[in-house]
């Protein structure tokens, strides 16, 4: 089991930075995928970007390319999302989510394929 908790989330101006954070507990995280993901008011929960944890293997979506950056720290078990240049479109709860390398790793973007699950974080962008 693993327990995964988010933090870091508020409210920022469009233009501006936030970093998520989430934080892993129960055991380490090495042998995992791990990813964030957001859903949006009235939206579904979509894939941002998920990293091995083991090799730095790195994805992220389209929509925030160039101006979000996934990282890991592996001593700390800690999971990391540095959010640039925000856009108001990037107003979200944001959740973090851990699953086994062989489950996930053909589709990371999937969140069907993920086994374990933070609360979430708000993330509110003023335009």
């Known amino acids: 089991q693993v327990q995964l908790v988010e933090s870091g989330g508020g409210l920022a101006q469009a233009g501006g930075s936030l970093r998520l954070t989430c934080a892993a507990s129960g055991r380490t995280v090495s042998p995992y995928y791990m990813g964030w993901f957001r859903q949006a008011p009235g939206k579904d929960r979509e894939f941002v970007a998920s990293i091995f944890i083991s090799d730095n293997t790195a994805a992220h979506a389209d929509s925030v390319k160039s101006r979000f950056i996934i990282s890991r720290d592996n001593d700390k078990n800690m999971l990391y999302l540095q959010m640039d240049r925000l856009k108001s479109e990037d107003t979200a709860v944001y959740y973090c989510?851990?699953?086994?390398?062989?489950?996930?790793?053909?589709?990371?973007?999937?969140?069907?394929?993920?086994?374990?699950w933070g609360r979430g974080t708000q993330v509110t962008v003023s335009s």
């Open positions: 989510a851990a699953g086994w390398k062989y489950k996930v790793e053909a589709s990371p973007q999937r969140q069907d394929k993920y086994d374990f």
